[in-house]
């Protein structure tokens, strides 16, 4: 090779022999002082290149040296790459694969309890967040072969505020926010509540605090305005229970309510059922089972007004009934009123008693007849049949008594005959007594008013007339008289009055009966022939000790002849 003795730029050179330098070779500013070989060792520099077979050898060095460092949650572990390979193995509820360059790690499907999932107090978020969208399929379904545990047990002592439980479902049409479908096939005893609230409390409510607890608490609102033909039904609650056989003893009750049973508690402020039902509206609705339109309600309403009304759907039969095992007490502040409609009765099956009461208004009473013997209802007697008094069914009444005693007064008969000749004022029997038969002396009165008319007598006159022996009833008298001389009326009369018993004064006598003569019923028509003079009208009761002075009365001074029968009626002694 020749030296051509300067650079070879922007030319191509070609050597068709080995070139061996003496110097550095230099590539883009860097000097190469040398090669490294396999042979050689391993020089970290940048002035040397190597062979193949020098990075190869390199390259096993390194990687025989160096091990895969591994950490995890617990514990650590080292791989040697040159001889070892990283496992990586499921554990509880994970499996794992591997297939080309992939580990592929699963949950297993069912996973085997227990599972726990433990949020810290900062998690800040739902602990456990089921995003179901396949809308067909259960979000979260228990399958449990419980028989002695609970399938889903919730603790939450330290719960205030927030619910246990909350379901929030907001587009339902025919489902349910909480179902419970049960299914017994049981042919053993057994006794099971498929729903239980057991509330217990153990707290001592303090002074002043109010403590209020409800078991059950169902809230129901419509808050929109709805269309004027729609329709709209919210029940509260619906109990159906029900047996398709009735075979053996079959027990069904709707509801049990039991309120401080033992009783515990304040009476004032407990109630067993407790309804609050607008103004008008049923607040206990009771429906046949045989017709759903027969049916009775109870309405409370304003001031405590209450109705309790029996509906027949297809006549008029729904009747009301109070079977009592004891006494029924109507205690009512104002009336107890008994209205049936107009035609129809009202019907007391059994003896019906009065305790300090009166009862008014009875147009007629049906029911047994009553007899000696027995109570019941009785006829009354009329005034006819109690003067027969041989009717042993009816019963007297006081007109029919009196007019029954009556004809069984005994009437007693006094006797008078007496003439006058005194003008115009009545005149009496002298000192020595009607039974002398001259009526002489002038009264000085000549009033006929039977009531008023007064005579005031000396105490001689209380010898002159008739001594009423017993207390008895003044009917009247029935008399006789004529004139003399001339053709003039007279007239009789009866002055009545007790004496003065011991007294020397006067006493005073007022006229009981009166008549004037009549011919009637007679030929003539003169007052000197034969005259009736009759006052039988009276009824003016007499004491025991009355006197009883006749008189006579004529209308001019001539001489009348007269004698009367004067009536008493005294009772028959018994």
């Not at 040697?80 to 193995?89: F, G, N």
């Not at 809230?219 to 033909?229: E, L």
């Not at 028509?525 to 009824?539: E, M, N, P, W």
């Amino acid at each position: 090779m020749k030296w051509l003795g300067q650079y070879i730029q922007n030319f191509k050179a070609t050597f068709r022999q080995d070139v061996t330098l003496d110097s550095t070779l230099t590539f883009d500013s860097v000097a190469l002082t040398g090669v490294q070989t396999s042979a050689e060792s391993f020089v970290d520099d940048d002035v040397s290149i190597m062979t193949s077979a020098a990075i190869d050898d390199r390259i096993s060095a390194a990687v025989t040296a160096e091990d895969l460092d591994v950490s995890a949650d617990s514990g650590t572990a080292a791989v040697d790459l040159d001889s070892e390979s990283l496992r990586v193995a499921g554990g509880t509820n994970v499996t794992t694969s591997a297939a080309g360059q992939s580990v592929t790690v699963n949950l297993d499907n069912p996973i085997a309890g227990p599972l726990e999932i433990e949020q810290g107090a900062s998690g800040g978020g739902v602990a456990l967040l089921i995003d179901n969208d396949d809308i067909d399929q259960f979000a979260l379904q228990v399958d449990a072969a419980n028989t002695t545990a609970a399938a889903i047990a919730v603790r939450a002592v330290d719960l205030t505020t927030a619910n246990a439980i909350s379901v929030n479902c907001d587009s339902l049409t025919t489902g349910t926010g909480l179902k419970l479908d049960i299914d017994d096939a049981l042919t053993t005893g057994a006794t099971k509540s498929l729903s239980v609230i057991d509330y217990d409390k153990a707290g001592i409510t303090g002074d002043g605090a109010t403590h209020i607890t409800t078991g059950l608490d169902i809230n129901m609102a419509d808050a929109a305005t709805n269309h004027a033909n729609g329709r709209v039904t919210m029940i509260g609650a619906q109990i159906d229970v029900d047996s398709a056989n009735v075979q053996g003893t079959i027990t069904q009750r709707g509801l049990i309510v039991n309120v401080a049973a033992d009783d515990v508690g304040d009476a004032v402020s407990t109630s067993g059922i407790e309804t609050t039902v607008m103004d008008g509206g049923a607040d206990i609705k009771m429906k046949s089972s045989a017709d759903a339109e027969d049916y009775c309600t109870i309405v409370t309403e304003t001031a405590g007004r209450t109705t309790i009304t029996t509906v027949d759907s297809a006549a008029a039969t729904a009747n009301f009934e109070i079977e009592a095992d004891g006494d029924i007490t109507l205690d009512a502040n104002g009336q107890i009123k008994l209205e049936p409609v107009a035609g129809n009765n009202i019907l007391l099956d059994g003896t019906v008693t009065v305790d300090a009461g009166v009862v008014n208004g009875i147009t007629a009473m049906d029911g047994p007849a009553a007899s000696a013997t027995a109570s019941g209802i009785v006829e009354l007697a009329t005034t006819a049949e109690a003067d027969t008094g041989t009717d042993t069914a009816r019963a007297i009444t006081a007109a029919g008594l009196e007019s029954h005693v009556s004809a069984r007064y005994h009437y007693q008969y006094v006797h008078f005959i007496g003439n006058s000749d005194i003008a115009t004022n009545w005149g009496i029997p002298t000192d020595n007594g009607a039974n002398a038969h001259s009526w002489s002396v002038d009264t000085g009165v000549s009033g006929t008013t039977v009531g008023s008319t007064t005579y005031t007598a000396a105490r001689g006159k209380s010898t002159i007339g008739f001594t009423v022996p017993l207390d008895g009833v003044l009917v009247g008298f029935y008399g006789t008289g004529r004139n003399h001389n001339n053709s003039n009326n007279i007239a009789l009369g009866l002055f009545i009055g007790p004496p003065n018993w011991g007294a020397t004064g006067t006493t005073d006598y007022t006229l009981r009966a009166y008549a004037a003569g009549s011919y009637s019923g007679g030929t003539g028509t003169s007052y000197k022939g034969a005259l009736k003079v009759i006052d039988l009208a009276r009824s003016h009761t007499l004491t025991a000790g009355d006197i009883i002075i006749p008189a006579v009365l004529e209308t001019t001074a001539d001489k009348v002849f007269c004698n009367m029968t004067v009536v008493i009626k005294t009772l028959i002694p018994t």
